[in-house]
């Protein structure tokens, strides 16, 4: 399996992906007045649908039904939905995929509600299966999932925060869909508990992995930005402290400039530009690169040890792919 692009990461499942489509479309189309605007505007805007993807590779195997598993699946890409929009409403963030969000046409209300709704729907469609432990997984992750924005917000302009807080967070935040992801998909195949956790990790490393590869973008100024839809340096007008960021403070000029910066009620455009132009003579950046391709090789260490061709082949596909994308900041 060889990636050449966005569009193609999950060719090789493009068949389980449209299922997955129709299924969230017609979970949106039942919803009435304003929830079912916000869950068409949000859970149907786009997006490479990573983490339903991680699922049905995981549960690939002689006995894969797709009928049987799209609640799961779907369960998946809702609750990563749901965070997204509770994301937007801490980070007072105007766009989501280049559409406004949901507090920014409503309020912050209606937002916490369409959110609240589809946490919920995750688990009556996950009480499907009749199995205690997938409940219990991914009410594992929603939890590490609210935990990691407490910790964020808890840690926002703390200049002394370490790798390893920092670490602890996203693990927290983003790692916690992505290791559920994989580990749902062993459960649902039958496999054993020894290959479950074997891609359990491989979920976490990559998760570690994803979100530095986002750090290294919020201060990103060239042509991959301009299609994202967000900010140069959302995170630092934020006041989070993402990997670059940590390396970067170990300076004194540099700890110093951002600290000024911190203190100010509104953060300019000069400002940015500033930071970003020291961040980039500090060689963090390049020390962030680096942890990113150690989390990155060690996802694709377990990726090729994991048993059955479809799964070790397609975990290896998402690595190179993660790698290719990397390269590119």
């Known amino acids: ?49 990573i983490r339903p993807g991680l699922f049905f590779i995981c549960s690939k195997g002689e006995n894969f039904n797709i ?17 997204l929009i509770h994301d937007d409403i801490i980070d007072k963030s105007m766009l989501r995929r280049g559409k406004k969000t949901i507090h920014n046409i409503y309020d912050n209300n209606t937002a916490r509600f369409v959110g609240d709704y589809l ?31 407490f910790d964020q917000i808890k840690t926002k302009k703390l200049l002394t925060q370490g790798e390893s807080v920092y670490l602890k ?37 990559l998760g570690i992995s994803f979100q530095i590869n986002d750090d290294l973008l919020d201060i990103d100024n060239g042509k991959i930005k301009n299609s994202i839809g967000k900010p140069t340096g959302n995170d630092i007008r934020q006041g989070n402290i993402t990997l670059p960021l940590i390396y970067a403070l170990k300076g004194r000029k540099f700890r110093n400039r951002i600290r000024s910066i911190f203190e100010k009620e509104v953060i300019s455009e000069e400002d940015m530009k500033q930071v970003l132009a020291m961040l980039s003579v500090t060689g963090a950046i390049d020390k962030a690169r680096q942890r990113l391709s150690h989390y990155l090789s060690e996802a694709r260490k377990i990726a090729c040890s994991i048993k059955g061709k479809e799964r070790r082949e397609g975990l290896v596909t998402i690595c190179d792919y993660f790698r290719q994308e990397a390269g590119r900041i």
Do not use: W
Not at 26 to 39: A, P
Not at 73 to 82: D, F, G, K, N, R
Not at 123 to 149: C, T, W
């Open 1 to 49: 399996m060889k990636v050449n692009s966005k569009k193609n990461i999950f060719a090789f499942i493009r068949d389980d992906l449209r299922r997955l489509e129709e299924y969230l479309a017609r979970f949106s189309k039942g919803l009435d007045g304003i929830l079912e605007e916000t869950v068409k505007n949000t859970l149907m805007a786009g997006g490479k649908r």
């Open 67 to 83: 009928d049987f598993l799209l609640p799961a699946a779907a369960s998946i890409e809702i609750v990563h939905t749901a965070s």
């Open 119 to 149: 946490f919920t729907h995750t688990f009556y469609l996950l009480n499907k299966y009749k199995n205690p432990r997938i409940l219990e997984e991914m009410s594992l992750a929603a939890q590490n999932l609210v935990r990691g924005e």
């Open 169 to 205: 967070k996203i693990i927290e935040k983003t790692s916690s869909l992505f290791k559920v992801s994989c580990v749902l998909g062993g459960i649902l195949s039958d496999l054993p508990e020894n290959e479950i956790k074997d891609m359990q990790r491989f979920g976490e490393y």
